[in-house]
Every structure is written in structure tokens, then in C-alpha cells.
């Protein structure tokens, strides 16, 4: 498949704008002197390792201090979206896929969570350099927040190592350009753009301001194949990364190795899913598993020559009919609990095919699986015991509580371990392998596979999975809801926050909208328990006028805490977003083109 093949491209307005990296540490700084959060991410659910339970793991080499991290996705897009995932426990971030056509137009809605998972994103919704602006601020902030005084308590004295993998796609032409080129060479040596955030590092942060940070952002790099990369241009991509850019680079597989027969079986003859129409791979366009199998063992001598290191992950999403359509397009990317199913099977059966290569309990090689597909709180522990390095999330983070379903799985991962007597995730994942080979298994993968294809099945079927989000018979309306939280905690771009109602209000608090950071996927609206679309119908706040212009609908332009111009069904409806701002004492909502470096040391209202 080709870059001209992927989407469309278009002059509209970016649907999401970057806030500037003195907003976002102005945000910490209130947020956290006025309710203990960050980015509305409650101080309870910040993770702080266990002393005494070691989860760290090697990733290509390097050290990580948890196994888990957001998947290439809308969570790994914008730099807070990194900071939520880090402080939530996060320590291995396969930041989102960017390829050289960066003016995409994606239809909405973009992704369906209602029961298992779709979605019709699949790159950067940014121009290739704010991909790596965002991806260095956020590696500063997390750098900052690591020594910052007021978090030390919540994070503990070592939150441990963590490292960003950068992902690109998706043919050699569009890689080897100047403009991907650039974002590679920037992500490995960063000096210039740390250069130029450096001012606006303000308030409380100014300690930082001439801190030695990392100029090393990524050395890694996991290649999106895409669904249709044929396995001529994988071969390209992974040696040019090697040789042009001296990378360690993990290459990401398609469910459909295993074949669209086994694939169809399984999705709806094992797990029920009738409904899922499974898109036959056009023959000869891509991967198919006999040829990943010399692929795998060419490139990863290929990587070993060169003193490099190679890896594979485990899957990309499955491509289906759009028989819903609820989403637009003629094809959906399947997600969430069937997938996992298939990316074990495939492990299980690349685990047969290559034996002693990988990098799994039973074969002691040296291609190390990374893994992401319905990874969960209730499977997270079974899974790594595959040897899988590390379980990457997405559709579970797209639930109700969001980043802060990350800590409760490091908790209960630190609890399995501690209750079997070991105290580091490596020790334990081979006392799993004896334990599974004792009772008959080639090795943990099987016996994971066994278990989810029998006694689990449940989980994984459809009769597991057909519940829809519950609903009350509400019109949603600006003002005034069930105060679920739901739209804060299911968005991946920390676009929603709330502010206490003013008195006489209904509901105990009131939801706003950074429009700018709105891409309109369409997930808030599908938990809401109300009628309508959050996204749409509360407050829309705007920092920049051009944008506010040049988008349609209402919405209130915010100039120095006070709203300066409204699109809204009643002028009323503007003064009771400017009371609610500035009943929120020192809220930063800054004119983003103002000079950063005069946002006030004390973390009140600037200006």
C-alpha cells in the first residue's frame, strides 16, 4: 500500500491544536494546589511502584521500570495525553504512528467502544514537527514531574526508567523523505527544540528552566506495517531504520498471518462475533505467515550484524466489513477482546514455527515480542507471562476512568506477584513457564492460549462483550448532567474538565470543553448516559481567535480568563461560562501567542 492510498488529504483546520508547554505546567501547578490532580487525573491514581515488587523488564536492551504503556494511538498523540499515561504507570510509550502525509482528513466518529473496539484512525492528526515537539515536551515535563517536590510523595523515590518508541509508516518513500527524516533525527537528538521550549518553562517549573535534560528522546523504533505493507518493503523500511538512522527497530504484525480462514473461524465461529464481517487480505499484497517466518529470522541476523536489535509485535488491529456503520468508511479496524484472542494464537503458532528464536520463556532467543491487543486488567498478568515485552494498551484506556484503569493494573499485576512468593516480575514469569510445562504445555503461551480459547472463552466472546454503556432518558443539555465523569475519563485528550456548579445549579458540577483539543472521535458521546453529544453541546472554550473563527457551532472565546466572543444559543449562556471560569481562581486559560515566560511563580491568574 502507498502513502497516496491512505486517506485523503485536505486543507481543512487541524482538528486538534497543541496547547503551548507553559498552559500545560500551568494546568499541573492549579490543578494540583486547587484538587490533587493533574490533568484531572485523581492523585489516587498516580502509581507508585512497590519497593519491594520489582515489575521492570527489557525493552531492546534497555531498562523499563513497568511493563505496560499506551499503545500507538490517540493516547500517545498529544504530550499530555504521555504525562496522564506516565503518572498513571506507564513506563514504556509506543508513541503514536507518524508518516509523511500529515494533512489527513479522518472522518467522525473515529472510534466505537461501545461493547468490543473499532476505530478508523491510524496516524498523526499533527504536521510531522508538532509530532516531535509534543513528544519532547512531554519528555521534559516527565522529567520535571519526576523531581518535582510536590509529587514526590505520590510517585515514590525511584519511579524508575521509562522510555518513548517512536512509530512511522508506511512505505520507504514516505520515511526516506526530508520531512520524516527530520522527526527521526530530532527524536535522537532533540538540543534544538529543547532550546526552544525552554522559555516558556514558568511558575513553580522555573527551577527546571536550565535543567540538563535528555536530548536522547528515542533510539527505538516500532515500524507500523499497516494492514496491505508488502513484505519486500517491511524488508526496506527495517534495514534503511537500521542502517540510515541506527535504530533498533521491533516490526509490527498483521492478525491475518494466521490465515483468513483460521481468522474468520475463531472470530465468528469460537467467539460468537456473527456480526464482524472479516476483510480477506488482497493475495500478495501482504505478509502472509511463510514469509514472515524467513522475514523474521533474516532481519533479525540482518539487525545482529550490525550490532543492532530487532523485534516484533504482536498485533496490529483486524480489518472489517463496516456493517454497523455508525462510523463512516467502507472498513473498520477491530480491537478489544477478539483481537486478543488471534494475537496470542499467533504467538503461539510463530512460538511453534520458530523455535529458539524468540525471545520467550521456553526458546531463549533474541527477538523480543512486544505485544498489544484487549490487553486488560484481568489478563494483563496471564499475558506477560507469555514472555511478551511489554503489554501495550489502548482500547481498555478508551473505557470509563481512562489513564486511571492503568494504576489499578500495575496494583493488581505487584499483588500476583507478591501472593506467589516472588519479588520480580522476571523470576515470576519463569516459575510460570515450569508450572505450565508441568501441566503439559510447550510453554505459558500455550497454556494462556488454552485458557482463553476454553475455561476463559467467556471473556472473550461475544456473549461477554455485548453489553452497551448504560443510558437514562435525559436530553444532555450545557448546563447541568448526571455528573457521571465519563466524558473527562473516556477522552484521550484530556479535552473535557469540570468546574463546581455555581449555586443554584443543577448537578454538583459543571463540564467544559478545550476545544482545541477536541478531535471529535466521538467516544465521549458513546458513554455518555444522556442524550446528545458532550463534545458538542457543553461549553466549547477557545484560546485561539483564527481557530475559534474558523470553526463552526457554538463555543466561547477565552482572552485573559474573560469571554471575549460567543457562538452560543443565548447571550445568557456567556456569562454563566465566565462566572464559572472565574469562580475557578487562577484556571489558565492564556492566550497561547502571549509570552509564556510572564505566567506568574505563584500559579494565580496571569493576565
Known sequence: MTNADQGSVGEETPPLTPMPLSMLLARIEHEWATRNKIFDLPNARIWKPDPDIDLGFEFLGRPCASPIGPAAGPHSQLAQNIVLAWLGGSRLFELKTVQVLDELVISRPCIDMQTIGYNIEWSQELLVEQSLVEYVKAAMMIEMLRQWEPLAGHVGDNPGPHLFDMSVGYDLAGISGAKVTAFLRGMVNATEVIDQLRPEIGGSFSQFRDFDFSTAISDTLTLSTFHGCPPDEIESITKYLIDEHDLDVIVKLNPSLLGHDNVTQIVNGELGYHDVGVVEPIAGAELEFDRSLSLIADL???????????????????????????????????SGAPLHVLASALLERLSDALPGMLDIPGHDGD??????????????????AMGVNPATVCSDLLKPGGYGRLAPMLKALTKTIAESGHTDLQSWKAAK?????????????????ADIRGPSVGS????????????????????????????????????????????????????LLFAELCNDCGNCMTFCPENGDPAQIKPRLFTDPELFAARSGQGFLIDRGHVSDQRSPTGVAGEVVEELLQSAVGLPLYDPAADPATAPADGGDSR
Open 300 to 334: 533479525n541476523d540482518y539487525a545482529r550484524d550490525r550490532g543492532r536489535k530487532f523485534g516484533i509485535k504482536l498485533t496490529n488491529t483486524l480489518v472489517v466489513e463496516n456493517l454497523k456503520q455508525w462510523m463512516p468508511e467502507d472498513t473498520l479496524y477491530l
Open 460 to 511: 472473550y466472546h461475544l456473549s461477554g462483550n455485548e453489553k452497551l454503556p448504560r443510558a437514562v432518558d435525559n436530553d444532555l443539555e450545557m448546563f447541568g448532567c448526571v455528573a457521571c465523569n465519563f466524558c473527562i475519563t473516556v477522552c484521550p485528550n484530556d479535552a473535557f474538565f469540570s468546574i463546581k456548579s455555581l449555586e443554584g445549579m443543577q448537578g454538583r458540577q459543571q463540564y
Open 433 to 449: 513457564q515450569v508450572a505450565a510445562i508441568a501441566e503439559g504445555f510447550a510453554n505459558s503461551c500455550a497454556r494462556h492460549v
Open 367 to 384: 527477538v523480543m515480542v512486544s505485544f498489544s491487543a484487549g490487553i486488560t486488567k484481568e489478563n494483563l498478568a496471564e499475558s506477560l
